[in-house]
């Protein structure tokens, strides 16, 4: 990340700071006649907001650059004590048009800016932008039949990421072994339960095979599960409720229920 320290016309003297960092676009909206608010996910200064002033001219300087899921460089005036900067430019390396192209990739590309939009912080948080840059690259170079299994990998990556990974391994309630044919899984308690732990309405019950299925989508070293329609259904469901738990905060989501209420069905 690049910085120049400039002092410019404030109301209350703060300094500005000139700022060039890799970015990704996760949101455009109209502000006037002429200009957007644009969210983005950045490497060094995590999600921040910022005004591209005369983007919506014929001839503005931002052309197509500012396209939802665009990868860059942007260039950030900051300003003290405000939530919203000014983005002076933003220089696109990537448009990722293969993600637009395929409903299925960008519902899942979709679902997963809105997690990073929604639940990253506005601070510097450089593992969870590689992970989500990585993640849009996989999505549009997967094959057709990844599709159905590969955004819930993809999802529980950046849920890991942002320090929210339910616990697998030992009971997330006392840390005893996890053994028989069944575990309960809370999420309110944070993972799976041992058998004294799980005897709980709100406990689902996990199989032996549903739970080495989960560790295999939230560990990013094991190869895919495969997984037939029904179960995928199921740990997409496991997913979508985990992040409205634990990052959501009740805010609505509703491209990760776009995403989960697709008919997937494997090719």
Not at 188 to 217: K, M, N, Y
Request: hydrophobic residues 50%; neutral net charge; charged residues 25%.
């Amino acid at each position: 990340m690049q910085r120049q320290r400039a002092a410019v016309g404030h109301p209350a003297g703060a300094v500005s700071t000139a700022v060039s960092t890799e970015a990704i676009v996760l949101a455009a909206v109209r502000f006037s006649e002429t200009s957007k608010v644009v969210r983005l996910a950045t490497r060094e200064l995590g999600v921040q907001s910022a005004m591209a002033k005369g983007a919506l001219r014929p001839r503005s300087r931002f052309g197509a650059a500012l396209q939802l899921l665009s990868g860059g460089q942007a260039h950030l005036l900051m300003k003290e004590g405000r939530d919203l900067h000014t983005l002076t430019a933003f220089d696109v390396q990537k448009v990722r048009a293969d993600l637009a192209a395929d409903l299925d990739r960008y519902a899942a590309a979709n679902a997963l800016a809105e997690v990073m939009l929604r639940c990253a912080p506005p601070a510097p948080h450089p593992e969870s932008f590689d992970l989500f840059r990585n993640a849009l690259d996989a999505l549009e170079l997967a094959p057709a039949v990844a599709l159905g299994v590969l955004p819930i990998r993809v999802l529980w990556g950046l849920v890991g990421a942002l320090g929210f990974a339910p616990a697998l391994d030992v009971c997330a309630r006392d840390g005893a072994a996890l053994v028989g044919p069944k575990v309960g899984f809370s999420f309110r308690e944070g993972g799976a339960l041992c058998p004294v732990c799980a005897p709980d309405r709100s406990v689902t019950a996990l199989s032996a095979t549903d739970l080495e299925e989960l560790r295999q989508l939230v560990a990013p070293v094991d190869e895919l599960p495969d997984l037939d329609d029904r179960h995928a259904a199921a740990h997409r469901r496991l997913v979508a409720r985990w992040i409205r738990e634990h990052l959501g905060e009740g805010t609505p989501l509703p491209a990760l229920d776009f995403w989960l209420e697709r008919r997937w069905t494997r090719p």
